[in-house]
């Protein structure tokens, strides 16, 4: 039944009647078309149109842009009413044209202000609209005919747009009331006929014009539904300019249309060859040029404003100067018809002109920044104008786009490799019928159930995570969002959690990510706090399923409650690292103090070292000794560097380096046992050889 809606079929009543002759008191001067006056020469008087003149202009411009858009699928009666009705044109294609209704309105002159008021009525315009409806168009009776036995799907509805001057609402409520009479005994004749089709719906548009400077007699009113055939709206406005502002919009409501201003069109002025200026045009078309606009969001980018007074809407475009070549093929995703809203207007025709000799124009989003966006292009296809809406978007010619690429192209750190193992594990089979569950669930809200489990805790991007990127947490992040749990599986569990316990005892490493953060990132302490909480997080959301679950994370809690001598070890720790990072900052204020005392100390042992040395040489029968410095203890004495004079920050970073090294390893047993310094080699040897062995550790021939 949807097959013809009510936009089909519209058909115009103008009223005729000799009250349409008054004036619309919108003067129109005539004396600015004429450039220069010859002294003496009086000035023209302006003049005014009547309201006659503005409905039947305003109506020519409604059907004007009605056949730009669709010269073929929409069709337009049009009926003037007086003392009787004077139907101008059929529902046949030929009869379809401005220059058609021109001719005929021609024919029916202005309304005569001297025929007896009484006499003229818009009723009979409106009771031919109606009979108007009922017949058959030429698509109609197309379309019946193709389909034969479901000839009753094809639906007759249409619109009536009546332009009188009426008294009152009451005037208003009586033709409502007689357009309803006749519909009904309209489709009494349609029922009994093959020529004539019954009416599904019926919308009647009534304008009331008055001139301006008077006060309305007719309240406006939005659409009402007088009967399930029947739907009626008024709208009172003034004549001129405000009536053709109107029709403008009522005709993009009623065909779906929209508003596009191309601006900074660049022409040649007539008194200036050699100057050009900047002018806008506007176009109206299908809503759907608009179409990925309105889905990405971008209107406000597009420029979209507001004129006459919030009444409607355009979108603007901006004029990008087309190249010289036309060869260029353009990925189009639409291709609509367009109508100047000011045909005779200058830009406007020179804008015509131009793109029916063959040029193209590209049209681009306004942007405060950035590259530019081309989204639409003008050009003409068989002498008619289309708006072609160009893809600004990825085409779906090419490849689909990474998962990787975020918004604007930037790399984001998403878990893809996990989302991919995510989609296997929770892929969809078919089910035998055969197959049933102890727990009588179907078999897609198991699978349901299944997806929420494993999705109550899934972070998507690998920087928000510390346990999904580290190896040792995956056999528990597996089990525990299965719906039960096995007694191995909870040993498995708990040696997960066990073997995290190890890790932070021995300070193992952790994968936190520092994206976005300055410096090396949270310290130790802090990444397995972290670490813990999300574990903590995952478990349980998963803890309230069974009590293997909840035995899981009491395991978790009581390893993170840690015993008080391992928090004693981890303060003084930090303690120790705090005092280091102090004498590292302060170390400089005391050298010079210690360089003189430090080279005394060093020089006594030097002159030891002599003696020692000596008495070696004097021994017939040890070699010749290595002249070597003694190893000293970094408590006893700092390296010789430091008696040297000012300490360079070279020597104080060694320094600080030698003496953490100092207490990370266990000291040798020969200096912690030795006596002055000494002492005495390869002991085991005098036991097993039984070989005398001297002060010195040289064994006796």
């Not at 309304?111 to 109609?140: F, M, W, Y």
């Not at 903590?536 to 009590?547: F, M, N, R």
Request: include cysteine.
């Amino acid at each position: 039944m949807k097959m013809f809606g009510v936009p089909h079929k519209t058909v115009f009543v103008v009223d005729h009647c000799p009250y349409m002759a008054e004036s619309s008191r919108q003067q129109v001067e005539c004396d600015v078309l004429t450039k220069s006056r010859a002294q003496g020469v009086i000035p023209l008087a302006p003049v005014s149109k009547s309201l006659w003149t503005c409905a039947v202009e305003c109506s020519m411009e409604y059907c004007r842009i009605l056949y730009d858009i669709y010269p073929k699928d929409k069709v337009v009666n049009y009926i003037v009413s007086d003392s009787e009705f004077h139907i101008l044109n059929s529902w046949k294609r030929e009869d379809q044209s401005t220059h058609e209704l021109m001719s005929a309105l021609a024919a029916v002159g202005p309304p005569n202000p001297r025929e007896d008021p009484e006499c003229c009525s818009i009723l009979h315009g409106l009771v031919a609209a109606v009979e108007s409806l009922c017949k058959i168009t030429e698509l109609q009776h197309e379309r019946r005919t193709a389909l034969m036995d479901t000839a009753e799907r094809v639906a007759n509805r249409g619109r009536i747009i009546c332009l009188t001057n009426a008294k009152s609402d009451t005037h208003v409520r009586m033709l409502e009331d007689c357009i309803q009479e006749t519909i009904l005994e309209q489709n009494k004749l349609a029922a009994g006929s093959d020529r004539l089709m019954a009416i599904q719906q019926c919308d009647l548009v009534l304008v009331h014009i008055y001139p301006q400077g008077e006060d309305t007699l007719v309240s406006d009113r939005l659409k009402k539904e007088i009967s399930p055939l029947l739907t009626s709206e008024v709208h009172s406005v003034r004549a001129g300019r405000h009536l053709a502002t109107k029709l403008n919009i009522l005709v993009q409501q009623h065909f779906d249309l929209a508003s596009t201003t191309i601006t900074n069109i660049p022409m040649k002025e007539e008194q200036h060859a050699n100057t050009s200026a900047n002018y806008d045009v506007e176009l109206l078309h299908h809503r759907d040029a608009h179409l990925e606009f309105f889905k990405s969001g971008d209107l406000h980018m597009a420029g979209t404003s507001t004129r006459e007074n919030g009444l409607k809407e355009t979108v603007t475009l901006k004029w990008c100067t087309p190249r010289t070549n036309s060869v260029e093929l353009h990925y189009c995703t639409g291709a609509y018809r367009i109508s100047p809203t000011d045909v005779n207007s200058r830009p406007s025709s020179c804008l015509t002109n131009f793109l029916l000799n063959g040029r193209s124009v590209l049209l681009e989003q306004p942007r405060k920044s950035g590259s530019k966006v081309i989204s639409h292009m003008l050009s003409s296809h068989g002498g008619e104008i289309f708006l072609h809406v160009l893809n600004s978007n990825r085409s779906t010619l090419e490849d689909p786009p990474s998962i990787s690429e975020g918004c604007g192209g930037r790399v984001t750190d998403y878990r893809i490799t996990d989302f991919g193992e995510f989609m296997r594990e929770n892929r969809l089979t078919p089910v035998s019928e055969s197959s049933h569950d102890p727990s009588g669930k179907l078999p897609a809200e198991r699978a349901k159930a299944q997806l929420e489990r494993h999705t109550r805790y899934w972070p998507m991007i690998i920087s928000q995570t510390t346990i999904f990127n580290m190896q040792a947490v995956v056999p528990l992040a597996n089990l525990i969002v299965k719906e039960t749990l096995t007694e191995e599986d909870l040993l498995t569990c708990q040696k997960t959690v066990y073997n995290l316990v190890d890790m932070e005892r021995k300070n193992d490493p952790l994968p936190i990510s520092t994206v976005g953060s300055r410096g090396k990132g949270p310290k130790r302490d802090e990444q397995y706090r972290i670490m813990w909480n999300e574990l903590e997080t995952l478990v349980k959301t998963h803890a309230g399923a069974t009590d293997r679950h909840q035995r899981v994370l009491d395991c978790i809690i009581a390893c993170r409650s840690k015993p008080p001598e391992e928090e004693d070890r981890k303060k003084r720790g930090r303690k120790r690292e705090e005092r280091e990072d102090r004498t590292e900052k302060n170390g400089s204020k005391d050298t010079d103090e210690k360089s003189w005392q430090d080279s005394e100390r060093l020089k006594g042992l030097l002159d030891k070292e002599d003696q020692e040395s000596e008495v070696i040489k004097d021994s017939p029968d040890s070699p010749e000794p290595l002249n070597k410095k003694p190893r000293l203890s970094t408590e006893e004495i700092q390296p010789p560097e430091k008696a040297k004079g000012p300490v360079s920050l070279l020597t104080m970073w060694t320094n600080r380096i030698t003496t953490a090294n100092s207490r990370k390893h266990q000291e040798f047993v020969g200096r912690v046992s030795s006596v002055n310094n000494k002492f005495e080699l390869y002991q085991h040897l005098k036991d097993e050889n039984g070989m005398d062995v001297h002060e010195n550790g040289k064994a006796s021939r």
